[in-house]
T-cell receptor, first 111, second 114 residues
Framework: GNSVTQMEGPVTLSEEAFLTINCTYTATGYPSLFWYVQYPGEGLQLLLKATKADDKGSNKGFEATYRKETTSFHLEKGSVQVSDSAVYFCAPGGSNYKLTFGKGTLLTVNP | DVKVTQSSRYLVKRTGEKVFLECVQDMDHENMFWYRQDPGLGLRLIYFSYDVKMKEKGDIPEGYSVSREKKERFSLILESASTNQTSMYLC?????????????FGAGSRLTVL
């Protein structure tokens, strides 16, 4: 089955800093790739996705590019805000309805 | 606003009790999932269902069962709760087809077993 390794946290940044959260995966074939985010006290929600190699997913200022050669899908944001404080999960998709989630990276952004 | 609703946000139960966690979605989704979330372990899939009365084991089904009698409702059952089942439980749903990996999650049910 699929597996995913994402950068361990916690990550603490100051407002307006640059963010990178690394994610690499192993999978059969070329699955769609996802980043989910969990804000405090809430369930997860989809942040962005990419469905094929070299696609760039983007949402709320976050971006991630599907890199087939390196089997990576790193999450980036140029200028983080306090409201971005959350747990971020990388997840390669599965053909049998099953997503495989990474362990999550806690991001704290200080004013 | 479409949503997945979990009936209880917080539960406290005793060892050996039977526990029901209920989840309802209003999006007419075919797929429903139960995950547990633990610090340092991320999300682990317990069971999922791709249709009414259908269920499939996830990665950690031991100690759990599920029921899906109606399309909108997916219940997780702990037959005899144990302390190692203290966790956050997340329900999710998704449509069939190309959107199957786009999950909508509930807010979670935090279960403490004493």
């Amino acid at each position: 089955g699929n597996s995913v390794t994402q950068m361990e946290g916690p990550v603490t940044l100051s407002e307006e800093a640059f963010l990178t959260i690394n994610c690499t995966y192993t999978a059969t074939g070329y699955p769609s790739l996802f980043w989910y985010v969990q804000y405090p006290g809430e369930g997860l929600q989809l942040l962005l996705k990419a469905t094929k190699a070299d696609d760039k997913g983007s949402n709320k200022g976050f971006e991630a590019t599907y890199r087939k050669e390196t089997t990576s899908f790193h999450l980036e944001k140029g200028s983080v805000q306090v409201s971005d404080s959350a747990v971020y999960f990388c997840a390669p998709g599965g053909s049998n309805y099953k997503l495989t989630f990474g362990k999550g990276t806690l991001l704290t952004v200080n004013p | 606003d479409v949503k997945v609703t979990q009936s209880s946000r917080y539960l406290v139960k005793r060892t050996g009790e039977k526990v029901f966690l209920e989840c309802v979605q209003d999006m007419d989704h075919e797929n429903m999932f139960w995950y547990r979330q633990d610090p340092g372990l991320g999300l682990r899939l317990i069971y999922f269902s791709y249709d009414v009365k259908m269920k499939e084991k996830g990665d950690i089904p031991e100690g759990y069962s599920v029921s899906r009698e109606k399309k909108e409702r997916f219940s997780l059952i702990l037959e005899s709760a144990s302390t190692n089942q203290t966790s956050m439980y997340l329900c999710a749903s998704s449509p069939r087809g190309s959107g199957a990996n786009v999950l909508t999650f509930g807010a979670g049910s935090r279960l403490t077993v004493l």
